[in-house]
């Protein structure tokens, strides 16, 4: 049973930093896209930035250049350091894994079958 466990969030002045991290556990091969997402109130969950199995690495267009998606497989762990942090980043971050093909991962909530249970970021103005 695949299980995704976020941590790092927090509260923080704009213009702050914060390093998100997700300890996955019960992957059955390397196989996965793993992706951030996250969920402002009143609002749809979007896609943050994704990391394919086959090194692709996507962002959204609100967070490129401040955001960093990167995974250790030694430590099946998946990181998200966010710079630049604004008021508008405030939502709650949620870790998620897809065993999909490669090429076909997206930053799309269909596209991922497995969830974590969210860690929270507030940013104040």
């Known amino acids: 049973q695949v299980q995704l466990v976020e941590s790092g969030g927090g509260s923080v002045q704009a213009g702050g930093s914060l390093r998100l991290s997700c300890a996955a556990s019960?992957?059955?091969?390397?196989?996965?896209?793993m992706g951030w997402f996250r969920q402002a109130p009143g609002k749809e969950r979007e896609g943050v930035a994704l990391?394919?199995?086959?090194?692709?690495?996507a962002y959204a267009d609100s967070v490129k250049g401040r955001f960093t998606i990167s995974k250790d497989n030694a430590k099946n762990t998946l990181y998200l350091p966010m710079n630049s942090l604004k008021p508008e980043d405030t939502a709650m971050y949620y870790c998620?894994?897809?065993?999909?093909?490669?090429?076909?991962?997206?930053?799309?909530?269909?596209?991922?079958?497995?969830w974590g249970q969210g860690t929270q970021v507030t940013v104040s103005s």
């Open positions: 019960g992957l059955t091969d390397s196989n996965y896209c």
């Open positions: 990391v394919a199995h086959d090194g692709r690495i």
């Open positions: 998620a894994a897809s065993h999909r093909r490669a090429w076909t991962c997206g930053l799309s909530v269909p596209h991922y079958e497995y």
